[in-house]
Structures are given as C-alpha cells and as structure tokens.
C-alpha cells in the first residue's frame, strides 16, 4: 500500500470516531439545562463507539456524563464507574455513584451518594427494596437518617414532609411485623402517627399525609383525632372516595352502622373502584 493510501486510511479511522464525538457533544451541550434528557438523544451503539476511544479521550463532562449513563443503562457498572470518575464534582455525578453502588449492591454507600446529590426518590428506592425482602429495621435506619440529614437543610419543608411520610410507612411496616397488642408494636404505631402528624404539619393539604394520618389514627383507635383528619382530607379535596370513606370506618369503629352506610355510598359515587370502598364495603357486608 503506497503512503497516501495509508495517510487516507489512518485520516478516514480518526475521522469517524472524532465525528462521533462532535455529534455527541452538540446533542449533550444543547440540552446543558435538562441533563435527565441526555441519555435518551444519544443512541448505544454511537454512545458505545466513543467510549472505545478510552478515557484519555477528552470530551465535555456533560459528553462524558451521557457516556456513563448509557453505560449504566446497558448494564457495564463498571464503565459507567470509569467514566463517571472523570467527572468534576456535581449532582449529577452523586446520582450516578448513588446508582453504581446500588447496582453493587452497596446499599449504604448508595444512600450517602443519593443524599448527597439531593435524590430522595433513589433513597425511597432503597427503602422500599428493603420493605419488600421484610428487612425493615434497616429501612428504617436509613429512613431516620434522610429525615435527620433534611432537618439541617434549611429550605426543605417539602422534601422533609415526604420524608416523615416515608418514615412514618416503615414505621408502620415494622409495626406489622410484631404481635398484636405488644408493647414494641404499639410502640412502632405511635411513632408512624407522628411522622404522618410531622408530614401533615408540613403540607396540610397533602391529601395523601392527611389519609395515612387518619388511618393511623383509628389504628391506635383515636377515633376524635382520624375524623378530624378525614374530615381535613374531604375539604382538601371534595372529590376524592378515600377521606369518605375513611370517615365510614370511624363511623363503623364507632358502631355507628347506618352513618358508616351513608358514607360508603357517598364514596361509592365519586369512584366505587376505590380500594378504600372495597375495603369499608366488607366491614360492612355489603
């Protein structure tokens, strides 16, 4: 082969790689304001070819931040690491390390990362994971430790509302789990009333927290306090079956049967696939 011919050759194999990075550094740059958008530009195969390239390869962070995204997302944990350590200190590299640890299998470390990075939806992930697998005093270690890391951060009060619901679930899940009428139960049953009290306190038309609340309450059968809170909750949103029918179970708790009836079909009406419908129709046999 005569040397133009090689010069060619060596010229047409830079090209396509470097004008593969070109193309992904447009893409990655114009969406600079929306990097969740990122990944989902840039195809496999051309994300792939660049990272053939080697980390000594220097392309933007946000080329290199969609690099171990699509990393992660084909399965190569260990490539999307490689990458995401080249990358500067932000959130986005937090959220990353939050989700190689997770996929390692490091739960704590993966909470540390999220927490850093200001995801509570991967920590909840987490969370959740363990209440599934019936590991709840970890979940609730790790959900006591996102409400203590909030409670410093000023400027939080929706994010620390989610947390006290969050933890007032696991404290129920783990309320569950224990003998009926034991002291360690009841125990667990008060602490979840007053992390949903904590959320509630926090976002007092939060439908949801008012519901969990309510609920709760009838579970420690403080029935003045759950009527109040669905009463709260059917104010909040005049629409919705749950607050309705939440007050027929105090109305049934109460032995109340013909005012626990008149709700149920007031509940019925607005959406008679409710869970919480079926739920109080059974109490009552009906």
């Not at 060619?8 to 990097?35: C, T």
């Not at 125990?187 to 009333?193: C, F, G, I, T, V």
Request: charge should be negative; aromatic fraction near 4%.
């Amino acid at each position: 082969m005569s040397a133009r011919a090689v010069a060619i050759v060596l010229v047409v194999a830079l090209a396509v790689p470097l004008a593969a990075i070109q193309a992904l550094a447009s893409i990655a740059l114009r969406g600079d304001a929306r990097s969740g958008a990122w990944p989902h530009l840039v195809s496999q195969d051309l994300a792939a070819r660049v990272d053939r390239l080697g980390p000594a390869v220097t392309v933007p962070s946000a080329l290199r931040l969609v690099l171990a995204r699509k990393a992660f997302a084909r399965g190569d944990i260990a490539l999307a690491e490689r990458d995401g350590e080249s990358l500067p200190p932000s959130r986005d590299r937090l959220a990353l390390e939050g989700d190689v640890a997770d996929a390692r299998g490091d739960a704590t470390g993966a909470v540390r990362a999220f927490l850093d990075a200001g995801d509570l939806s991967g920590v909840e992930r987490h969370v959740d994971e363990l209440l599934a697998v019936h590991r709840e005093p970890e979940a609730l270690a790790l959900q006591r430790a996102v409400v203590a890391r909030l409670r410093d951060s000023p400027g939080q009060a929706d994010a620390l509302a989610l947390a006290f619901f969050d933890l007032g679930r696991v404290e129920e899940a783990q309320a569950y789990r224990l003998l009926v009428g034991s002291d360690e139960r009841r125990q667990h049953e008060d602490r979840a009333a007053d992390a949903y009290a904590q959320a509630v306190a926090r976002a007092p038309f939060e439908e949801r927290y008012l519901i969990a609340y309510a609920n709760q309450q009838l579970n420690i059968d403080d029935l003045p306090a759950a009527e109040r809170a669905f009463e709260r909750a059917r104010d909040a949103d005049p629409t919705s079956a749950e607050p309705l029918a939440g007050l027929g179970d105090a109305a049934f708790s109460r032995g109340d049967i013909a005012a626990a009836r008149a709700y149920l079909a007031r509940a019925r009406a607005l959406d008679p696939e409710s869970d919480a419908v079926h739920n109080l129709a059974r109490e009552l046999d009906d």
